[in-house]
Nanobody, 116 residues
Framework: QVQLVESGGGSVQPGGSLRLSCAASGFRFTFYAMRWHRQSPGKERELVAAISSFGEDTIYADSVKGRFTISRDNARNTVFLQMNSLKPEDTAEYYC?????????WGQGTQVTVSS
């Protein structure tokens, strides 16, 4: 059974930090690139960051470059999103996603709220 379980969301003040985790099971983790998406009410889901199977390549949305860092630990089948200098516009539900050759898995999401 494929599972992607996100954790680490919460409420934080502007300028604060959070670290999201996504624990994967039920598939060959190293066969998949991993991505973080987010969606806020009334907006389309957007790609935030992505990392290749062994972490050699990463990409980021322009809105988070220099503030967010994606990483993965293949020994623990886990992908992370370190989020620093958070802004109110980062408020969204964050989703973990695994992709390989057209196969796509999604997690349930974790809420991040940035507010003073």
């Amino acid at each position: 059974q494929v599972q992607l379980v996100e954790s680490g969301g919460g409420s934080v003040q502007p300028g604060g930090s959070l670290r999201l985790s996504c624990a994967a099971s039920g598939f060959r983790f190293t066969f998949y690139a991993m991505r973080w998406h987010r969606q806020s009410p009334g907006k389309e889901r957007e790609l935030v960051a992505a990392i290749s199977s062994f972490g050699e390549d990463t990409i980021y949305a322009d809105s988070v470059k220099g503030r967010f860092t994606i990483s993965r630990d293949n020994a623990r089948n886990t992908v992370f999103l370190q989020m620093n200098s958070l802004k109110p516009e980062d408020t969204a539900e964050y989703y973990c996603n695994a992709i390989s050759n057209g196969t796509l898995y999604w997690g349930q999401g974790t809420q991040v709220t940035v507010s003073s």
